[in-house]
Structure formats: structure tokens, C-alpha cells
């Protein structure tokens, strides 16, 4: 069992849509969480860096993090083309580990 | 840009030849970590230096594999004896705090 999961999608939505990403964890000892958007044959692009539970919010993005169930998750609010890309969510672990775990990713397409 | 920055950003070479890849991280940032990258996962942790110090390796990184961050400023990952399962993205990214990650474009390594 891999330590993070992520459906890899694809996933299409219409443009305008409300997107939910969504990973689950199983080490407690994550503390720290982010998500990644990366475009095909490009390198990741941080989105969204949160260490704590509950939500954050940037423009049309909120990290949404439950460390009682392990599961972590992105939603995009009224979605774009230009939102077409591999979202990967990645943990960290408190006490000075400094490797991100990644997850699959999920391949979204936001279609006209 | 002062984001960070890798070379080549495609290499293609023939099983059995050394390749060497670099990357000049964000200024400033003390901490540098190597990633890898295959089709349909999410990256996959290397090496992590601070300053000129690799203070951690995965079990990923054989002993053909090679990192250096000799001023503790650009790194380089050197790879001998290339073989056909070496074929992958090559990403950096550079840290100020350890917290948030940011990546380069990253380096197609084919390997034939």
C-alpha cells in the first residue's frame, strides 16, 4: 500500500465547475501538506501549502485538510481551461524530514 | 525569472554512457532536493542538500548515482552507466525554510 493515494482521473469537467481533489494518507506523521498543479512536460507549480486542519483559501483554490481521517483536498471553484494540468498532492513530516511524499496525481481537463 | 533553473532540459543517450545533469537553485535558498519523475507517478524523492551538506539519500539513489553541491549554490547529479530504466523526468527544487518546495522544469532523460 502505497503511503499517499490519489485517483489518477482523468477527470472532465465543463468549464465553470466545481473540481474536488482528493488524497488520503496513512502516516499520522504527515504534518504538512501541499498541492502541486503540473502541465504536461513542465515541472510542478506549488499551489497551496497548509500544516494545519481545516481550510485555506487563494482566489479560486481552497486546501481543505483532515488529519483525524487522513484525507486532504482541493477544490477548484469556477474552473477554467487553463486549469487543465496533473494536480499532485505531496506531504511532509514534522520533526525535520525534508522529502515530499507525492501522490499519482490526477490528471483534470476542464472542457468548453 | 529568478525561479530555479536545470540543464539540459532533454538528454537522450545510449545505454552504458554517463550523463550529468545541473541545476542552479533560487537564490538564497539553502536547502536543494532531487526528485525523479516516471510517466504517470508522482515524483519520486533522491537527495536533499543543505548548503554543500547531503544530509539525506533515498534507497533510490544506487551506486551509480551521483550528487554534488560542491559551494552551495548549483547541484549536479551525475548518472554512469545509464540503463533503459533510468528513462525519467530528472526535477530539482530549492527550498529557503525546508517547508515550501519549488521546482524547475526538470531534465528528460531518455535513455536508448
Known amino acids: 500500500q502505497k503511503e499517499v493515494e490519489q485517483d489518477p482521473g482523468p477527470l472532465s469537467v465543463p468549464e465553470g465547475a466545481i473540481v474536488s481533489l482528493n488524497c488520503t494518507y496513512s502516516n499520522s506523521a504527515f504534518q504538512y501538506f501541499m498541492w502541486y498543479r503540473q502541465y504536461s512536460r513542465k515541472g510542478p507549480e506549488l499551489l497551496m501549502y497548509?500544516?494545519?486542519?481545516g481550510n485555506k483559501e487563494d482566489g479560486r483554490f481552497t486546501a481543505q485538510v483532515d488529519k483525524s481521517s487522513k484525507y486532504i483536498s482541493l477544490f477548484i471553484r469556477d474552473s477554467q481551461p487553463s486549469d487543465s494540468a496533473t494536480y499532485l498532492c505531496?506531504?511532509?513530516?514534522?520533526?525535520?524530514?525534508?522529502?515530499?511524499?507525492f501522490g499519482t496525481g490526477t490528471q483534470l481537463k476542464v472542457e468548453l | 525569472d529568478t525561479g530555479v533553473s536545470q540543464n539540459p532540459r532533454h538528454k537522450i543517450t545510449k545505454r552504458g554512457q554517463n550523463v550529468t545533469f545541473r541545476c542552479d537553485p533560487i537564490s538564497e535558498h539553502n536547502r536543494l532536493y532531487w526528485y525523479r519523475q516516471t510517466l504517470g507517478q508522482g515524483p519520486e524523492f533522491l537527495t536533499y542538500?543543505?548548503?554543500?551538506?547531503?544530509?539525506?539519500k533515498s534507497r533510490l539513489l544506487s551506486d551509480r548515482f551521483s550528487a554534488e553541491r560542491p559551494k552551495g549554490s548549483f547541484s549536479t547529479l551525475e548518472i554512469q552507466r545509464t540503463e533503459q530504466g533510468d528513462s525519467a523526468m530528472y526535477l530539482c527544487?530549492?527550498?529557503?525554510?525546508?517547508?515550501?518546495?519549488?521546482f524547475g522544469p526538470g531534465t528528460r532523460l531518455t535513455v536508448l
Open positions: 527544487a530549492s527550498s529557503l525554510t525546508g517547508d515550501e518546495q519549488f
Open positions: 542538500f543543505q548548503n554543500e551538506a547531503q544530509l539525506e
Open positions: 497548509t500544516y494545519s486542519s
Open positions: 505531496a506531504m511532509k513530516l514534522t520533526g525535520g524530514g525534508n522529502k515530499l511524499t
